[in-house]
Nanobody, 129 residues
């Protein structure tokens, strides 16, 4: 059974850090582009970062996270990570990981949800002092 499970969310003060994990089972993550998305209440789900297969090249989809968010993968653990630093209140969202049926993140339309076919259930990130 194909499954993605996110973890690592929680309540963090502004300026704090979190590392989110996206663990896959039932298939091998490193064959596919893996994206992180987030969705705040009342807003559409937006692409954050993506990591490509093979080259592990990364692609930013949101200017607001540049220099603060980093995506990486550990093929041994079949897991993709999202390191979030310098958290701001506007980063509070449910964060989702998803896989696309292609190996690279830079194709047309890769920043939107319909390019991805498998999704995790999400992990909540709350930023508050």
């Amino acid at each position: 059974q194909v499954q993605l499970v996110e973890s690592g969310g929680g309540l963090v003060q502004p300026g704090g850090s979190l590392r989110l994990s996206c663990a896959a089972s039932g298939f091998t993550l490193d064959y596919y582009a893996v994206g992180w998305f987030r969705q705040a209440p009342g807003k559409e789900r937006e692409g954050v970062l993506c990591i490509s297969s093979i080259t592990d090249g990364t692609t930013d989809y949101a200017d607001s996270v540049k220099g603060r968010f980093t995506i990486s993968r550990n093929n041994t653990n079949n897991t993709v990570y999202l390191q979030i630093n310098s958290l701001k209140p506007e980063d509070a969202s449910v964060y989702y990981c998803a896989t696309a049926p292609v190996p690279v993140c830079t194709g047309e339309g890769m920043s939107v949800t319909k390019a991805y076919d498998y999704w995790g259930q999400g992990t909540q990130v709350t930023v508050s002092s």
